[in-house]
């Protein structure tokens, strides 16, 4: 590892011999980095996984290693402390604030940036429901239409489809601090919540699930999301906050969620240069969208995707790398 930095040391002084000042500083400036490669999260959905080798193209062109890893998006904040994994860039309010801001607390995990993009994660249905279940998007009409929703599994209550067991972790503490007359069914992937939404639509049929935004969803199906008493941080940690006085998340998931970069403590020290160029990676809601269209709209696979994003954006990735 030693003998590897000094010899990029090298290279880096006889490039900047060749190019110029600018060639030399940057060079230098990536000398101190370590050789190992950063060690990056694969997770479950789309504009992640697209994203992840976008920021992974990024750092390989400025001469970093990288290693993907599949990971739980719950399990990666702990992984992270123990420095398993270096970077989690698509960090969601609404699924993993609660884990994220344990590790920022516990002193691991660095808070290194927070993107323009604002982001929703919540109960939502196709817009035709609403002739079905008077009185959406509120919360109180859906349980009044619950039955509506039921499937053999659930019957008589209804089925809330909900994501993957590593997403959202309080939708079933959600309904039974509300009362709701529904149960939550976790789906296998994002896949197949995608499925069971054109298999409904295609039928007219009622159908609540759980939807985020940006997504490439809402290009395809117009729909909304439900309406719940509206998030608070005394919510989540204090039972006594919301119209459940002895229970927490009796209220929705943060209408602007943030969506952050957290990195390894370790990280400035063991690679500066691709710690500040981390820290000034910033994705819009367009981004976030386009990444997980260009995969579940357009079908290209996920380094393609990467690539075209890539090349569509050069300007703005450029400024991260400067
Ligand atoms: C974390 N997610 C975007 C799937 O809600």
Same mark, same amino acid.
């Given at each position: 590892?030693?003998?590897?930095?000094?010899?990029?040391?090298?290279?880096?002084?006889?490039?900047?011999?060749?190019?110029?000042?600018?060639?030399?500083?940057?060079?230098?400036?990536?000398?101190?980095?370590?050789?190992?490669?950063?060690?990056?999260?694969?997770?479950?959905?789309?504009?992640?996984?697209?994203?992840?080798?976008?920021?992974?193209?990024?750092?390989?062109?400025?001469?970093?290693?990288?290693?993907?890893?599949?990971?739980?998006?719950?399990?990666?904040?702990? !992984?992270?402390? $123990?420095?398993?994994?270096?970077? #989690? &860039?698509?960090? +969601?309010?609404?699924? @993993?604030?609660? %884990?994220?801001?344990?590790?920022?607390?516990?002193?691991?995990?660095?808070?290194?940036?927070?993107?323009?993009?604002?982001?929703?994660?919540?109960?939502?249905?196709?817009?035709?429901?609403?002739?079905?279940?008077?009185?959406?998007?509120?919360?109180?009409?859906?349980?009044?239409?619950?039955?509506?929703?039921?499937?053999?599994?659930?019957?008589?209550?209804?089925?809330?489809?909900?994501?993957?067991?590593?997403?959202?972790?309080?939708?079933?503490?959600?309904?039974?601090?509300?009362?709701?007359?529904?149960?939550?069914?976790?789906?296998?992937?994002?896949?197949?919540?995608?499925?069971?939404?054109? !298999?409904?639509? $295609?039928?007219?049929?009622?159908? #609540? &699930?759980?939807? +985020?935004?940006?997504? @490439?969803?809402? %290009?395809?199906?117009?729909?909304?999301?439900?309406?719940?008493?509206?998030?608070?941080?005394?919510?989540?940690?204090?039972?006594?906050?919301?119209?459940?006085?002895?229970?927490?998340?009796?209220?929705?998931?943060?209408?602007?969620?943030?969506?952050?970069?957290?990195?390894?403590?370790?990280?400035?020290?063991?690679?500066?240069?691709?710690?500040?160029?981390?820290?000034?990676?910033?994705?819009?809601?367009?981004?976030?969208?386009?990444?997980?269209?260009?995969?579940?709209?357009?079908?290209?696979?996920?380094?393609?995707?990467?690539?075209?994003?890539?090349?569509?954006?050069?300007?703005?990735?450029? !400024?991260?790398?400067?």
């Amino acid at each position: 590892m030693e003998g590897t930095s000094v010899r990029r040391w090298a290279i880096a002084l006889v490039a900047g011999a060749a190019i110029g000042l600018s060639g030399a500083v940057s060079g230098v400036a990536q000398a101190a980095d370590s050789d190992d490669p950063i060690k990056i999260p694969i997770h479950n959905w789309s504009s992640q996984i697209v994203g992840a080798h976008v920021l992974g193209k990024i750092l390989n062109g400025q001469g970093f290693a990288t290693e993907f890893i599949p990971a739980d998006s719950q399990v990666v904040y702990t !992984s992270m402390c $123990e420095g398993d994994i270096d970077v #989690v &860039h698509e960090v +969601w309010q609404g699924a @993993f604030g609660v %884990a994220f801001e344990q590790v920022v607390d516990q002193g691991c995990v660095i808070d290194a940036a927070t993107h323009d993009a604002k982001t929703r994660e919540e109960w939502w249905y196709p817009s035709y429901v609403e002739e079905q279940c008077p009185g959406l998007p509120d919360w109180e009409a859906l349980n009044a239409c619950a039955e509506m929703f039921s499937t053999a599994e659930t019957a008589p209550k209804g089925r809330f489809l909900g994501g993957p067991v590593d997403w959202l972790k309080h939708d079933a503490e959600r309904v039974e601090g509300l009362g709701m007359d529904f149960e939550v069914v976790n789906a296998g992937s994002a896949a197949a919540i995608w499925a069971e939404l054109a !298999s409904a639509f $295609e039928r007219k049929a009622p159908i #609540v &699930h759980f939807n +985020w935004t940006p997504n @490439f969803i809402e %290009a395809i199906y117009d729909g909304k999301f439900v309406e719940f008493p509206e998030y608070d941080e005394g919510c989540k940690d204090d039972p006594a906050w919301g119209p459940n006085p002895d229970m927490t998340h009796d209220c929705g998931n943060p209408k602007d969620g943030y969506l952050k970069i957290g990195v390894w403590n370790g990280m400035p020290d063991k690679w500066p240069t691709a710690y500040a160029i981390i820290s000034k990676m910033n994705l819009t809601n367009l981004d976030i969208a386009v990444m997980s269209k260009l995969v579940d709209i357009d079908g290209m696979e996920v380094e393609e995707a990467a690539d075209k994003w890539l090349a569509d954006n050069e300007a703005k990735w450029m !400024s991260w790398v400067n």
